[in-house]
């Protein structure tokens, strides 16, 4: 989940008592409630993410500070988030765009490196680009979310997806298009966003380069225009190939 919000200042009382492991791996400044060695493994590959992001997007990624938070259970995690982001505050993690800082909120669970590739892809894309749209942000967080090997391949996504082509039903296309707020995103929402990413990155060189074109567009500021407009005029028959595909 991205949001953009302005957020209070610590004083450094405040860090000492929240905080007690503070460190730096890179372009990545680490407060954590949770033992170094435990989540260092983890940050550790943060820069592998990033150049994969750029790699495989086309794009050129900025080594922005982002600011990671470590939270050693949902009960510290909700009573930070809630009087800063109360909307926020039932995620299991958070990307947030503050004027002058990017922001990782994350909570140590079973699904934490998950959800930190997550809310990493959001801060690395929010860093390097002006702008994205709900369902490519929210489809390339889902792409990138799982280990690099996978090649964005989630299958509990691919699951679903196959069992809604059971009932011929197609991938949202225009639905995804036309949100403006993040909060109108359901889970069915995140799996056809994620669907299109897996499909333009791995369907042909021509699909990959599609998307790598219109990000880099973003990138360099230019007027876009509908993203499923492009998938279209590639693909005529968009959801029959979609379907074969998966």
């Known amino acids: 989940m991205a949001v953009a919000v302005t957020l209070s200042v610590h004083t450094q009382t405040a860090l000492a008592e929240e905080w007690p492991v503070t460190f730096t791996h890179e372009n990545f400044r680490v407060q954590s409630q ?20 750029s790699y495989d997007l086309g794009i050129t990624v900025y080594d922005e500070t982002i600011d990671v938070m470590v939270f050693s259970s ?13 909307e ?22 079973r699904s934490w490196e998950t959800d930190l590739r997550h809310e990493t892809t959001h801060a690395t894309l929010h ?16 792409y990138f979310e799982v280990p690099a090997e996978i090649k964005g391949r989630n299958e509990e996504l691919l699951s679903n997806l196959k069992w809604r082509f059971r009932f011929r039903q197609p ?19 995140y799996r056809d966003s994620w669907a299109w ?22 990138q360099n500021e230019e007027v876009v225009g ?16 979609a379907k074969e595909f998966f």
């Open 197 to 218: 990413m897996y499909f333009c990155m791995h369907h042909s060189q021509a699909s990959k380069e599609l998307l790598q074109s219109y990000l880099k567009e973003i």
């Open 127 to 142: 860093g390097s680009m002006p702008y994205l749209p709900i369902w490519v942000d929210e489809g390339l967080a889902k």
């Open 74 to 86: 949902s009960y510290h995690y909700r009573n930070y988030i809630r009087p800063r982001i109360p």
């Open 171 to 189: 991938i949202r296309t225009r639905e995804l298009e036309e949100m403006q707020d993040l909060t109108d995103m359901r889970p069915e929402h």
């Open 88 to 109: 926020a505050v039932n995620r299991p993690a958070l990307f947030v765009k503050a004027p002058d800082r990017l922001y990782v909120f994350v909570i140590y669970s």
């Open 226 to 241: 509908s993203f499923v407009d492009r998938l279209l005029a590639l693909f005529p028959e968009l959801q029959k190939t």
């Open 34 to 53: 949770v033992a170094t060695e435990k989540i260092l493994p983890a940050i550790q590959s943060l820069p592998l993410l990033q150049q994969q992001i």
